[in-house]
Structure formats: C-alpha cells, structure tokens
C-alpha cells in the first residue's frame, strides 16, 4: 500500500474526532515516521483546514518532523536536574562521538541526534531516551555502549534493550 | 512457603534495568524449582533505590535494594537461609521491612498512599487498598455537595497556580451548558519533577477515580487527559487502565449505575513546554498551535471548543479522590496557612537520595533536602536549589528555611509550583544556569507576546555580554529592565516567569558572572 493511501485512511479514522489534527499527525508519523510535505495538503483538505493552518499546527511541535530520521532516535534530556549531573558533558560527548550536530543523523543512518526537555527521570540524572526506552544515570562510557548496541547487527528491533 | 517477589516497572526503575531483574528472577525461579510469583507493580517513589525488589513472606513485606540483575541468586539463598533457620536475613542490599525505611515511614501519603503496592492495573487491588470508595461516596451526592467537599478541603491546584479547585469547580458547575468538560493536564515539563508521572505509573486508577468525581461534581460527561509524549511508559499504563476501568463500570456510560456518563480519552502532546500552561493545553487539544490564549474568558467559563471546562493537574484530581474517600476535613488537617493538605514533595538533580516525598505543607526547604536527600550524589557541598522547575528561583543557602507553603515562597519572589526540587552542588556555573534559562524561554516560548518572543533572544546575548565584562554596567541595566518587562509585559508565567531564575542567579550568585572579582574556584 502506498503512503498516499495509508495517510488518506487516517485521515478517514481522525477527521471527525474533536480536536483530531494532533492524533492525526501522530498516526501519520507512527506510520511513515515523519510527516511529509507532501502530505500537508491532503491533510488540509480532510479537516478542512487551509495549508498554512496545517502547517503551522506541525511546525509549532518538536515532535512532528517532516524529513525522516534515522533508524533510531536519541534524544539526550538537557534540563535542570540533568544539567546538575553534568548532562552539558553528556551532550558534547554524544556529538563528538557521533560526530552530529542536534537534528542530525549519523553517516550511517543508524542514529538521529534531538534534545530533549525533562524526561520525568530527574531523580536518576543525567537521562537519555532512546526511541521508547529510558535509560538513567548515563555517563560518556555507558552512552557509547548504548549506541554500539544500537549498532550492533544483532539488534534487529528498535530499542534493542530489551 | 509462597513467596511474591515486587519488581517495579515505572519509568525509573525501567530506566535502571528492572525488566532484567525481573527476567532473571523468573529464570532464577524455575531453575531452583522455587514457587514464587513476579508481580510488577510501581515505584514507591524512592528512586535512589531502584531497582527495588521486593519479596512478600509470612506476611512481611521484605525490601532489598538497587538491586541487579547478578544479585538474584544471592538473594534467594538470603530468603532461603532464612526460612531454614535464622528467620533473619543476611544479605547487603537487604533493607529490612519496605513500610518501615526511614525515608518512606517519615512521610505523610495520602495521594502516595498506594504507590508500589501492587500491580497498577488489577483493579481489585485497587478497591482492595480503598480505591473508588470515593467514587461511590460521590455518587450518592449532588453535584453542589462535592464541589462544597473540595471548597471545604481547601484544595488548591497542584500544578503550580495554586488557585483554589473548589472555586473552580463552581466556576463551571454554575455555567450553564450542555457539553462541560473535564481536562487533566499532564504535561508535567519542569525539570525535577515526576510525581504526576509516578501516580499515573503506579496508581493510575486514583486519578482515573478524581476524574471521574470532577465529571459528576460539574455535570461533565467527557474528560480528556493532556499527557506529554516524553512518558512513553505513562502513556502505555493509562490507556490499559482506562480500557480496564472502562469494562469494570468505572468509566463509560452509567458509570457505576448512577445515570452518569464519563468517557475518557487520552490526548498526545508533541513536546512543547507551552502546552503546560492551560489555555495553551487547550488550544493544543483543539488541534491547534499550543498559543497561550487571553484570560478572561476564564477556561472555566469558555474553554476546549469553547465551553465550560475544568482544567486540573493530576496531583489535584488525585487528591479529589482521597478528600471523596476521607472526607474534607482529614485532608484540611494536614497543612499550614492557606496551603492545606499534602504536598508531593520532588527532589532531583544532584542529590544522594532522590524522589516522591509526599508531607503535609509547612517543612522546610532544608528539612526536606537535608533531611532526605542525605547530600549531593558528587559528595561536594550543595551550591543552589531551583525549586518550581525552570521559571522557579535559584535559592541561596539563606533561604532554604523557608516553610513548604505557597504564600511563604512568594514572599521571597521564589515558588513552589509543582513542587520539584533540583539540587546543584558548588561546581554549577550560575550564570550558565541563568543564560539556560532565557535560552529555554526562547525555545519554547508560544510566540504570542513580544516580551517573551523577543525578549528571551535579547536575554541571552545581554548575559553573554555581562559575562564576557563588554559594556558591564550599561548591561547589567538592560537586564534588569529586559527582566522587568518579561515580568510585566508577558500573557503567561513562561515569559513573566523566566526572570525568576535568571534575578535570582544574579542577585546571590553575583560572583559567577565575571566582573572585578571572579568567583575562586
């Protein structure tokens, strides 16, 4: 089935939902993993809605993407709580080491650099997300761990911590 | 002799591997032929000891903790040794009787009180542990009736407004309208704090049961709970819990046969701080752009789609449930001035012992973090406390005596907000922390007001020049009179807010934004 045909049925299942613009454009980046340009005017017809509203609702978050990201998202927390366990040192690590930049992904298309503002996990600072998992207390060696287990071509799921 | 082994599975102890201990305990078990039963319930809330794994025995609740996957056999033979002979238990992690750690047994829990207890989604632990009593009671009450238990209770909005929930509860019940709705915000985005995300982690029913009580109080028949998508795990444990609830007669419709609807729903955000503050909650459940609206109109009277809305935390709605279950007056007994009640104290960054500690307003600032904390996780001395998130203050050592209650923080231009706690120790640069926090400001500023849009961006750079000694004076005018705006000029607390940390920084931390006498190190 083709991406124009998926995104016409959620389209279908939200746009009667009160409120439906943002499940919506969650279903559609669950889908494709990001939300096309493309995709916009479709969107804009089904809800009834001008190009330039959809638009502005998907560029307001940081969480609807419209060019696709790599394999596996890596978002390293840089509020309070994990700037005073020294998560500033975390975040030069993680783009020295990847050798990216915030909203870049690697070479090799495994890893997608994000910020990430408060994870909940104050507590066990500093913290990092990688797709759905936590993971707490991250220090420069075990984040480099994290990422060659991403690596590592026995991990065939995302996550791959589980 | 059975055995039920507790092994959490809220963010935390996930974070920190609890699904491994749990894999090997369960190997571990089967291998030595052990009956035992794995129950994965939430977090206590005392993360510095998570994994905490938790064993039931003879009736005793036996904790051992943080624990890893490689301490699994160790412990079995300690459990086994003590069936066998001494009846004690020999182990290094072991930490006796859970109820009776320190940490936990000094508290006050009444929205807490079940976390960690049992599995969060069996329902019949829940009533087991006096869950939905409140519900019932509300049942049989007016709608007038429940709103007078909250006004009563004196309740006020755990999100960090601390407006009172009774007056905004009544605010909607006397407008008149067909459609009202119930609004859970939990886009709980301060740094250092967690405690919405532990009770929907590992009670998920108790907020679930407050908003079902706000939906018969008002005559709303439809909630919606605003949850930020960086709680992956939350996300996952609620919508279960609803589901459950909903075929158990607790949510839908007739809801426990009282003639009632309540339908809940859960709705994504997509990782703006904004979203937090409620008009802009609203405008994002709308499918809009998270702007801060104009208040008035208040919510209460025109807010999602326009009608009249109850827009609360999760700690509020959670409290709703214990004040329907024990009655207002318990819950009011807790409490100093006009903060009344329970305050789920959250303490994190670079502390020794961090997590939910939930007290009656009215300890200090010190005891809590002295008392508690038992001292930076780096062992160095503690520099600054952040209390209220990224808008709160940075607090000097002078003002850590300062009671938990809201009229006390505002009379020292500092706020408990949501109640979270970040701790530095004396290595944080605070004028590093004072630029974070326009910088923040001007990544997730609505962009509604100039003062905040712009300001923020201005904020930055005037503290990069104050810094680096260009044009000292001149700048340190300029930001006081930039603070002075966002402050005044601002429609929300993000813009109005983010001159607390950064005046704060530079007001007891002055040493640390270079000048004539740079901080010695």
Known sequence: ?162 | MSMTFFIPQDTTALALGSDSVALTMASELKERGVEGEIIRNGSRGMFWLEPLLEVEIDGSRLGFGPVKSSDMPSILDSLNSRMKNTKSVNHPLFLGEVSEIDYLARQQRLTFIRAGVGDPLCIENYQRLSGFVGLTHAIKLKGQEIVDQIKDSGLRGRGGAAFPAGIKWQTVLDTVGEQKYIVCNADEGDSGTFADRLLMEADPYQLIEGMAIAGLAVGANQGYIYLRSEYPVAHKILNQAIERATEAGFLGENICSSGSDFFLEIRLGAGAYICGEETSLLESLEGKRGMVRAKPPLPAIEGLFGKPTVVNNVLTLGAVASILEQGSKTYKDFGMGRSRGTLAVQLAGNVKCGGVIELAFGATLREVVEGFGCGTYSGRPIRAIQMGGPLGAFLPESQWDTPLDYESFASIKAMIGHGGIVVFDDTVDMAAQARFAMEFCAVESCGKCTPCRIGATRGVEVIDRIVKNEDRDNNLILLTDLCETMEFGSLCAMGGMTPFPVRSALAYFAEDFGGESPREN
């Open chain 1, 1 to 162: 089935m083709d991406k124009r045909t998926n995104i016409d049925q959620i389209i279908e299942h939200f746009k009667s939902v009160p409120g439906g613009l943002m499940p919506l454009l969650h279903a559609v980046k669950l889908d494709v993993g990001y939300i096309p340009d493309d995709s916009v005017e479709q969107i804009a017809k089904g809800f009834n809605l001008s190009r330039a509203e959809v638009h502005g609702v998907i560029s307001f978050y940081h969480d609807f993407n419209t060019s696709p990201t790599g394999q596996h998202c890596v978002q390293i927390c840089r509020a309070e709580a994990c700037q005073s366990m020294g998560s500033r040192q975390i975040e030069a690590h993680a783009k020295k080491s990847l050798g990216i930049e915030y909203g870049e992904t690697t070479k090799d298309g495994k890893v997608t650099l994000q910020p990430v503002y408060c994870l909940g996990n104050c507590a066990c600072s500093p913290s990092i997300r990688i797709d759905d998992d936590i993971h707490a207390r991250v220090s420069a060696a075990s984040f480099d761990q994290l990422i060659s287990e991403l690596r590592s071509p026995a991990t065939t799921h995302a996550g791959g911590k589980k």
